[in-house]
């Protein structure tokens, strides 16, 4: 790992990040000098599905500075071998990888790793031809609001309890996570309560607000939409809206919407209109069996009726009319600067239909046409990369590459089991009987966390090395530019909060990595507050405001810490990514530019021998190391030896980021 060939997507690598279709780009290829002697390489294209090789030529020595890093005494540092090709981007999306010859052995480059047998083009490089996401995207620093639990304003107690709903009280009230009330349990959130919180949203770093759904429905999530046209009346009307977006923007920050492709819900005016109602012309918009009395709900849920996308009728009103879903909320008064996609991975497939492709290609599309600075990201909650490959999500909402692996790395790995007594005293409700999840009983309360849908007892604990594979596997497939856009998220709303998953600590190194890695850092609302729940409901909890008992651990100062090491360091938003160290309990790697690096190191636990890393791997001069950023009693310290080695301790779960001088590419 410390001295394989080395390529990635960002400035260092890629002399275009968005080229032109029928455009040559420069691509380069950074040989480690501890790698060996490299006779030739040669940078392997697909074009219309069939491989092309170009040779690639060796750049000067002298232009990357090795001079100046042999006086340093560290002279393999500088001695690293830059070979550069150009690469015509035949498709939109263009495929490549490295093929190279060293010693007598023959290595194959991609966007996994570096290996000595043929592997598949699924892992290939990906340059996207045309325009990409908004400048600002990469940058963001995503927080993520429930709107029905994040604060109520004196406008909420004028509205009464809807008649779908269950009254509850904001500080007593527990959330109950698995029960036949858990959708109608109605806290009354408004936006109005957010307009008044935005001083808390701007102290932790935040710079991009995510609203879950804000129309009108009849649930407390508000996924099951009764109507497009307007915002729902309990949190204020179209109205608040307009001004929560104002004020938003009047901060210098971004707001975006929740839009679901997949289905409305039961009660929406369009699926009302063509229930039992086969001569509608809203019949075509959803997937009805004879006389439109049964249909395709999302999951078998009815409340979720289906879209189908070969209408020609939805995709009018839903995306390309003047009013459509996806227009009305981007334009004036209401102004949103995106919107998040609700199931996009399931949007357009049924069975043998898949449009999913043409109908997110429709959607971004009209985006741009409407905006081209709104950002557009989609849900998609498995193997995520075959559907974002930069010409229609601008990034994915997924919790393969990055969430799941972490909760693994940092698991707690053993979940107390409680007696009935302290279940019921839990759950404030009577819950001697069983539900089943997966196959599963497991009571209305529980002490372990869902496992997003994996049918066992919480995350099983595996190594540093076996996330870096995890992460890989999964990420290898996006684009340079879609993994930018990704959103790393160590909880949501639709998952148990990270605080039970994971070891004492370990929240602040999940946090950690989750700012340092290559994409959006998403902050569920509550994280920062330590909040807890076994599952996406029961985290849905309503924030503290009035009540500190219910503060878990106050890691406000963190997360403001995190984004603005972040603000501060935009190469950590777009600097490349070389890993460098992920063994057991301690991982470490490096983003890097031209103007500046920044080296990461994490451990889970005390690491009181310590670790050794070669200087060269860094390829800098120990002494340029500077501290940035130590999270957690047990951060990693340094030492440096005059044999050119850095070695790194930890007395507990902790991390350190530390800055680096820039990377002096050959010109």
């Known amino acids: 790992m410390l001295f394989q060939p080395h390529h990635d997507g960002s400035a260092l690598y890629v002399d275009q990040l968005h080229p032109e279709l029928g455009s040559t780009v420069r691509v380069r290829l950074r040989v480690p000098a501890g790698f060996g002697e490299v006779e030739k390489v040669w940078l ?23 001079a100046d890093l042999e006086e340093e005494g560290s002279a393999d540092a500088g001695a690293d071998q830059w070979w550069e090709a150009h690469l015509t981007v035949i498709n939109p999306v263009q495929k490549y990888r490295w093929f190279v ?23 290939d490089f990906r340059l996207v031809a045309g325009p990409g996401a908004p400048a600002w995207a990469p940058q963001a620093v995503m927080y993520q609001i429930f709107v029905d639990r994040f604060a109520r304003s004196s406008q909420a107690d004028q509205h009464p309890t809807p008649e779908w709903a269950i009254a509850c009280s904001w500080d007593d009230t527990p959330v109950i996570g698995r029960g036949p009330e858990t959708p109608y349990q109605f806290y009354g959130g408004d936006l109005d309560g957010i307009r008044e919180k935005l001083d808390h949203l701007v102290a932790v770093g935040a710079t991009l607000v995510y609203l879950t759904p804000m129309f009108a429905a009849r649930s407390n999530h508000r996924y099951d939409a009764s109507a497009f046209a307007e915002v729902d009346p309990l949190l204020g009307g179209d109205d608040a809206l307009v001004r929560l977006v104002e004020e938003i923007h009047a901060r210098g920050l971004k707001v975006m919407g929740d839009l679901t492709t997949n289905h409305s819900g039961d009660m929406h005016e369009w699926f009302r209109a063509s229930f039992r109602n086969p001569e509608a012309p809203e019949s075509e918009m959803y997937y009805f069996g004879e006389g439109n009395e049964d249909y395709v709900a999302w999951l078998g849920v009815p409340s979720l009726p289906k879209f189908n996308w070969h209408s020609a009728h939805l995709r009018k009103r839903f995306v390309l009319d003047d009013d459509s879903m996806v227009a009305r909320w981007l334009k004036p008064p209401f102004n949103l600067d995106g919107w998040r996609i609700d199931v996009g991975n399931m949007t357009g497939r049924h069975g043998r239909d898949d449009l999913n492709y043409e109908v997110a290609k429709i959607i971004r599309e009209r985006v741009t046409e409407l905006n081209s600075d709104a950002l557009l990201l989609a849900e998609s909650t498995s193997d995520a990369s075959a559907d974002f490959q930069g010409e229609t999500w601008h990034g994915a909402m997924t919790y393969t590459n990055f969430t799941r692996p972490v909760w693994q790395w940092l698991s707690r790995g053993e979940w107390p089991e409680l007696t009935q007594e302290q279940v019921e005293e839990a759950a404030g409700v009577n819950t001697a009987t069983l539900l089943s999840v997966s196959g599963i009983p497991v009571p209305a309360v529980q002490t372990w966390p869902d496992f997003y849908g994996v049918p066992q007892k919480g995350p099983d604990r595996i190594e540093a090395e076996e996330l870096l594979a995890t992460h890989l596997n999964f990420i290898a497939g996006f684009p340079w ?89 935009p190469v950590l938003a777009d600097g490349g990514i070389r890993w460098l160290f992920a063994e057991g309990d301690a ?70 980021l530390y800055r680096l001088p820039g990377v002096k590419a050959p010109a």
């Open 481 to 569: 530019s879609v993994r930018l856009c990704n959103m790393n998220a160590i909880d949501t709303h639709d998952t148990a909060r990270a605080a039970l998953a994971v070891i004492p600590g370990g929240q602040e190194v999940a946090a950690a990595l989750q700012f340092s890695l290559p994409g959006i850092p998403l902050v569920f609302a509550g994280d920062e507050f330590g909040l807890e729940g076994f599952n996406g409901e029961e985290s849905r909890t309503p924030m503290p405001w009035d009540d500190p008992s219910r503060i878990k651990r106050d890691l406000r100062g963190i997360y403001r810490a995190l984004s603005e090491t972040r603000r501060r360091h």
């Open 587 to 656: 991982l470490a790697f490096i983003r890097e530019s031209d103007d500046e690096s920044v080296l990461f190191m994490a451990t889970r636990k005390a690491l009181e021998e310590g670790l050794e890393l070669p200087v060269k791997a860094l390829c800098h001069p120990a002494t340029d190391i500077e501290t940035l950023l130590t999270i957690g009693e047990g951060a990693p310290t340094l030492s440096t030896s005059p044999s050119g080695v850095v070695r790194w301790k930890s007395s507990g779960p902790g991390v350190s």
């Open 44 to 66: 392997r294209s697909v074009r219309d599905a069939e491989p092309h090789y170009d040779a690639a030529d060796r750049l000067p020595f002298e232009a990357n500075g090795g």
């Open 101 to 123: 010859q060293s010693s007598g052995r023959s290595y194959w480059v991609n966007a996994q790793g570096v290996f000595t047998h043929d592997v598949p083009d699924a892992s």
